[in-house]
RNA sequence: GCGGGUGUAGCUCAGUUGGUUAGAGCGCCAGUUUGUGGUACUGGAUGUCGGCGGUUCGAUUCCGCUCACUCGCCCCA
């Protein structure tokens, strides 16, 4: 193992991959304020209870993916593998039930120890929401539009699928759980091992397996819908009715269910046929008995977490940032600094290179894309003046250099 | 964590059926043009042929291990 490699599933984000990166993190903090979303900044690393006890004990994300360790006071720390449980314990620590609802945005790198993969790494970045405080359904309606909201101003609205379930409420879930694993253990000796170890400890797992035999098992099984408690169920078609009425595209997907034990009601994807295994681009849910397990206040929530590499994969271009002015000395390149620090101050975007001759300048100003070139010659200087060189049109001309901002300005 | 593929210059890749100085294109640097770029032409630099070990007179080429990436499973954003 080389030292000079990056740390397996960690990658380095050079300006053009930064660039993508932040307009994908932009466009989705700009969404979220408009829907009245405000940010929370939390902890890249919490108590591993945070995540122990309300990720659940069994999920493979608590079991095996958590970079846990013990700090010099020998406690027990876990860096982040989600956003939702780290902004519940903000809740609670400051104690945020005064100002219900609540709605919080947050962006940030989360990590897991997962094999490596396309669009799956072990430190990866995301944007998310959470909405406290509000039982209605209505709640689930405007998170879900902002979802895609996002996902539409991104240029991905023709690129993903947004598929939906209910999980119920906890008497829905009781029940379901019973009747499902009543049938699949009929099943269990044509079970897939995998899926055998899913019956135990978490059999709705078993109804999104890939194994062709598991498939045909599960055909057949009794539906959540079937289990639901007529308030469960009323409070889903209120969250689909919603979806409708906003015109947001979506299909009920019986089989979806969530790894992470705190959801309930309602579970929603945005999907992608476009990177292989890794076809989740934004999922979420309800949980409105998280806080409470979590020792606050019962306070329900609705929130979802998007990959923030993975939609940058998909997205297709990102706006060009600002082209720069570019300030080419003949001779005192501190003279043609003190131009760029003016140019600067009146709130352009300036590059000045810091050796070679004209042409290499000039070579410069096209490499990074520069408008205009500020020459500053020497005949010019005994003029007072400065030459403009528009560099898309390969013009020219002089102005005075007392005027020069004023001059650009215009032009710009 | 399990199974498969790949690993040669900054990038994309060719090549060596094991044999002396390992190639191309792009990019980079310099020049044709001592005050003018994006084109063209000319020249130049750059590789522990992923790492370690083995077989061999000799390995970048064969074998083993390892690391990384990648595809699928698992899981998930």
Same mark, same amino acid.
């Given at each position: ?50 995540f122990s006890?309300?990720l659940g004990e069994t999920s493979d994300v608590v079991t095996k993916e958590m970079y846990t ?9 876990t860096?982040?593998p ?30 897991r120890h997962e094999r ?6 072990r ?136 790894g ?30 998280? +806080?409470?397990?979590?020792? $606050? ?7 979802? /977490?998007?990959?923030? %590499?993975? !939609?940058?994969? &998909? ?72 030459? +403009?060189?528009?560099?898309? $049109? ?7 250099? /007392?005027?020069?901002? %004023?001059? !650009?300005?215009? &032009?710009?």
């Amino acid at each position: 193992m080389s030292s000079l490699q990056p740390v397996r599933g960690t990658h380095d984000l050079l300006p053009d991959d930064s660039r993508r990166h932040r307009w994908v993190e932009e466009v989705a903090f700009a969404a979220a304020k408009r829907y009245g979303f405000g940010e929370i900044v939390t902890p890249i690393f919490e108590f591993t209870e945070v995540f122990s006890r309300t990720l659940g004990e069994t999920s493979d994300v608590v079991t095996k993916e958590m970079y846990t360790f013990a700090d010099r006071s020998g406690d027990s720390l876990t860096l982040r593998p989600e956003g939702t449980a780290g902004v519940a314990r903000a809740f609670i620590s400051n104690g945020l039930a005064q100002s219900l609802p609540l709605k919080l945005f947050y962006r940030g790198p989360m990590f897991r120890h997962e094999r490596p993969q396309k669009g799956r790494l072990r430190q990866f970045h995301q944007v998310g929401v959470e909405l406290l405080g509000v039982e209605s359904p209505l709640a689930d309606v405007e998170v879900i539009a902002l979802a895609w909201r996002v996902l539409s101003e991104l240029g991905l609205a023709g690129k993903v699928r947004l598929e939906l379930n209910t999980l119920g409420d906890a008497d829905s879930r009781a029940a379901y759980r019973d009747t499902l694993t009543a049938y699949l253990s009929d099943f269990r000796a044509s079970l897939s091992e995998d899926s055998r170890n899913r019956l135990d400890r978490n059999p709705l797992r078993v109804l999104d397996s890939k194994d062709e035999g598991d498939r045909k098992i599960v055909e057949g099984a009794p539906l959540m819908s079937d289990s639901l408690t007529p308030s469960a169920r009323e409070f889903f078609a209120t969250v689909t009715d919603g979806l409708t009425q906003l015109g947001i595209p979506f299909v009920v997907n019986p089989k979806l269910v969530r790894g992470l034990d705190y959801y309930c009601h309602t579970a929603f994807e945005f999907t992608t046929t476009a990177l292989g295994a890794q076809g989740t681009v934004l999922a979420g849910g309800r949980y409105d008995e998280l +806080i409470a397990q979590m020792g $606050g206040v019962r306070t329900p929530g609705i929130g979802w /977490a998007a990959g923030i %590499e993975r !939609l940058s994969m &998909l997205v297709d271009q990102v706006p060009a940032g600002v082209r720069p002015i570019t300030v080419i000395p003949m001779g005192d390149a501190l003279r043609a600094m003190a131009v760029a620090e003016r140019l600067r101050r009146a709130g352009m975007t300036v590059d000045l290179g810091y050796s070679g001759n004209m042409k290499k300048r000039m070579a410069r100003a096209d490499k990074v894309n520069a408008r205009f070139a500020v020459i500053m010659g020497e005949d010019e200087a005994s003029r007072g003046a400065v030459t +403009i060189r528009d560099l898309d $049109g390969g013009t020219q001309d002089e102005v005075p250099l /007392a005027s020069l901002e %004023e001059h !650009l300005g215009r &032009l710009l």
